[in-house]
């Protein structure tokens, strides 16, 4: 009990720390849906191949709102002794009228180490590339404004851009775990890769994608006798994120009931955020609902949809299940 009251107030001293902290890149409520985004370090960090899919449709008031997608596989590597991850992930998101389209792809790797007895270190790596496209036909700019009949003027600005543009893309994290908590940091975009579709603006704006930082953490708090199979539990969770002059702290809980999962969480000035889930065997399915509080209002917005579905699988090796120790994070 004593190391499980430690774990506990570790996370929440980070927790209100962070509370005195909005993201560039695209974001997920369910942000545990699809770990290797979060940080390369939880790659290969479930109980055998993990597959997971995710869907995010934000503020669906609004015209043009945001899409996202995400697709990963991961699983552990057992070699020599040591434990490893490797996986692959997939995401994109297509936001405004005009089509604004990036993909993600990277492959992921992570490493880990026992420190001492059932305290364990996960090193990650993910390298890959980030594509941006635009549809330039589907942008309107104030040249082709005619004051009777609207958008019907040719434009004068350059027709020059690039449909698409292809950068490295490179982010790396550790993690640490015991048997109740986790405490997780990751860079995203150490390269910081230039988005822009034309030299003449590459020349005179400052079109890099900022690192973004962000650090995770949590302790699963047993409300049952783990003996019994079925869990009950309650898992206080925090995320914070800083990427260029944007900040952004995520706090809330996690109550397990299997099969059921519930969530409630608040995203600093921007939403509230509720989660139900339910995992039955390999299967994993949530929903969340982001109802907005900050001054674009629930009203204009129209709140954002997220689902996930994840599979998990054992593995196996000589007929029998291949046990390691796995992070207890939730699966949300």
């Given amino acids: 009990m004593k190391k499980l009251l430690a774990n506990v107030t570790l996370v929440l001293a980070f927790l209100f720390i962070a509370l005195n902290a909005s993201a560039q890149d695209p974001q997920y409520s369910q942000f545990y849906a699809n770990q290797l985004m979060l940080n390369p370090a939880f790659t290969g960090s479930g109980i055998g191949p993990r ?110 851009i690039s449909n698409a543009v292809i950068r490295p893309d490179v982010s790396a994290g550790i993690a640490y775990f015991n048997e109740y908590a986790w405490l997780g940091f990751t860079v995203n975009h150490i390269t910081e890769p230039v988005e822009v579709f034309t030299q003449a603006i590459q020349s005179s704006v400052d079109a890099k994608l900022p690192r973004k930082y962000t650090v995770t953490g949590g302790v699963r708090i047993p409300l049952r006798d783990m003996r019994n199979r079925r869990e009950l539990s309650i898992t206080p969770v925090f ?27 608040y995203r600093h000035q921007d939403a509230m955020i509720g989660l139900i889930g339910v995992r039955q065997g390999p299967f994993s399915f949530g929903y969340s609902y982001d109802y907005t ?40």
């Fill in 51 to 160: 597959i997971a899919m995710n869907y995010r449709a934000q503020w669906v008031k609004i015209p043009g709102y945001y899409k996202q997608f995400a697709f990963s596989y991961d699983q552990p590597v057992h070699f020599l002794g040591t434990t490893q991850g490797l996986g692959i992930n997939f995401n994109s998101d297509v936001a405004g009228e005009g089509n604004l389209t990036k993909l993600n792809v990277n492959l992921n790797y992570a490493y880990q180490v026992e420190i001492f007895d059932d305290h364990f270190l996960r090193f990650g790596l993910a390298g890959g590339i980030q594509q941006a496209s635009i549809d330039f036909y589907k942008l309107r700019f104030p040249d082709q404004i005619d004051p009777r009949n609207g958008f019907v003027r040719p434009t004068s600005e350059p027709a020059n």
């Fill in 239 to 265: 995320l914070y994120k800083m990427q260029g002059e944007f900040f952004q702290i995520d706090g809330g809980l996690y109550v397990n009931a299997d099969p059921m999962v519930f969530g409630l969480w």
């Fill in 293 to 332: 509080i900050s001054d674009l209002t629930q009203r204009i917005s129209g709140g954002s949809h997220e689902i996930s579905v994840i599979l998990e699988f054992e593995q196996y090796q000589k007929g029998k299940p291949l046990r390691h120790k796995r992070m207890p994070c939730p699966r949300f």
